[in-house]
Nanobody
Framework: QVQLVESGGGLVQAGGSLRLSCAAS????????MGWFRQAPGKERDFVAA????????YYADSVKGRFTISRDNAKNTVYLQMNSLKPEDTAIYSC???????????WGQGTQVTVSS
């Protein structure tokens, strides 16, 4: 089992920045690919970004490329999502997830709300 707890969400004006954190406990964090997803009201959950176990490979949705950066600190069992140049359409609940096999997510956090005002 892997437990994931997100933090860092909040209310920010358009053009602002936030950094989300996801702290993991349980099985060996460094063995997992980690991802961030988001779900806006009335919409399906969408992929945002992912990072492989070593941090060497990262993946982004087209909508966030150049604005968001995913990173991880395996010594701290934590993955981060730095979000810059935020837009109102980035408003959503952001959740992190862990994948034992690349892009196959087995564990999910509860999520943290991000609200971007115009």
């Amino acid at each position: 089992q892997v437990q994931l707890v997100e933090s860092g969400g909040g209310l920010v004006q358009a053009g602002g920045s936030l950094r989300l954190s996801c702290a993991a406990s349980g099985r060996t964090f460094s063995r997992f690919m980690m991802g961030w997803f988001r779900q806006a009201p009335g919409k399906e959950r969408d992929f945002v970004a992912a990072i492989n176990w070593s941090g060497y490979s990262t993946y982004y949705a087209d909508s966030v490329k150049g604005r968001f950066t995913i990173s991880r600190d395996n010594a701290k069992n934590t993955v981060y999502l730095q979000m810059n140049s935020l837009k109102p359409e980035d408003t959503a609940i952001y959740s992190c997830a862990a994948a034992a096999r690349e892009h196959e997510y087995d564990y999910w956090g509860q999520g943290t709300q991000v609200t971007v005002s115009s």
